[in-house]
């Protein structure tokens, strides 16, 4: 049996390539996702901003909608400015505990975006089947053990992975056909047997945002019920309205997420290419898409924006 030297062989460095076979566009390419970039570190700050300074914004749906923003701004900031300064200047090293980092902070980011949005269903839940007791259910301390919860349990699921590669030794190829660090990617570098980092890489987080799915789709099955016994037409279509904006970043978040799993499960046919382009688009165009989602349907968020950007909100 052979032993490795495991502190040993954990390397300095790593290569990140980009997007193979699309090298000589990455210049082209890096501009829009600089622009979307921007959008989604301009919107999610703006976002936080009017729920901060706001006092009538200061309620449990924009507490939870404000730690969205705060986790999509570490969601593509963890990723975006290293793809650029690849495709840009070609600065493709990226050290060992750097790349330890990336990949915990994007892999952190997403299983705490899907805990998120499961706290937004619960509170539109308890809003909207039981209003009468929606200020004593979400108490603040309430929203404070929520946050803290489920900000622990997603560290409690991603930090093993880190662990997970430390123990792993590096003697072959250190290039990573990738333009950020992500686990299973970093793992098949190795020259072990990674059977526990494929089994708890996948089983583990998907396991934990499925079981987050079937809560959301349990807690909008009671909602809608709820919604179609209501008297009024009108009382229905103020409630379905309430949760219009939820519902559609819950599409925007999932709907690709899974896409991509079935596809590196099943496609093994789709180019290496377009799953590196897809991966790098779901960390930036969700989370410049919440903030527009938000802004346009929540009437609250949309007239406070106005304000903010009105000429008389400047006087």
């Known amino acids: 049996m052979v032993t490795f030297n495991l502190s040993g062989y954990n390397p300095d460095i790593f290569i990140l390539v980009g997007i193979p076979g699309l090298e000589q566009f990455h210049i082209w390419i890096g501009i829009p996702f600089c622009v979307i970039y921007l959008i989604a570190v301009v919107g999610n700050s703006v976002l936080l901003y009017l729920i901060i300074m706001e006092r009538s914004l200061h309620e449990p749906m924009f507490f939870f909608l404000s730690l969205l923003a705060s986790t999509d701004l570490i969601l593509s900031t963890a990723g975006v400015p290293k793809t650029l300064s690849i495709f840009w200047f070609g600065a493709r090293e990226i050290t060992f505990s750097g790349c330890l980092t990336q990949m915990f902070f ?75 660090c992500e686990h299973i990617g970093v793992a098949r570098l190795s020259c072990a047997d990674i059977s526990i980092n494929i089994w708890y890489g996948f089983a583990v987080p998907i396991m934990t945002v499925i079981s987050d799915v079937v809560l959301i789709a349990v807690s909008y099955t009671l909602i809608l019920h709820a919604v179609f016994r209501l008297p009024s037409h009108d009382a229905r279509q103020k409630a379905l309205g309430t949760c219009g904006s939820h519902v559609c970043v819950i599409l925007m978040f999932y709907t690709p997420a899974f896409f991509s799993i079935l596809a590196h499960r099943f496609g093994h ?47």
């Open 106 to 180: 994007l892999h952190y980011s997403f299983v705490l975006d899907s805990a998120i949005l499961l706290a937004m269903a619960f509170d539109r839940y308890v809003a909207i089947c039981s209003p009468l007791r929606y200020s004593t259910i979400l108490t603040p301390q309430a929203i404070i053990k929520i946050i803290v919860g489920i900000c622990f349990r997603s560290f409690c699921i991603i930090l093993p992975d880190v662990f997970l590669l430390k123990r792993l030794p590096f003697c072959q190829t250190r290039t990573i056909p990738h333009t950020y």
């Open 269 to 315: 046919n789709v180019p290496r290419t377009f799953h590196i382009m897809f991966a790098n688009l779901y960390i930036v165009i969700p989370p410049a898409l919440n903030p527009i989602v938000y802004g346009v349907k929540t009437k609250q968020i949309r007239d406070k924006i106005i304000i903010l950007f009105s000429p008389k909100g400047t006087q």
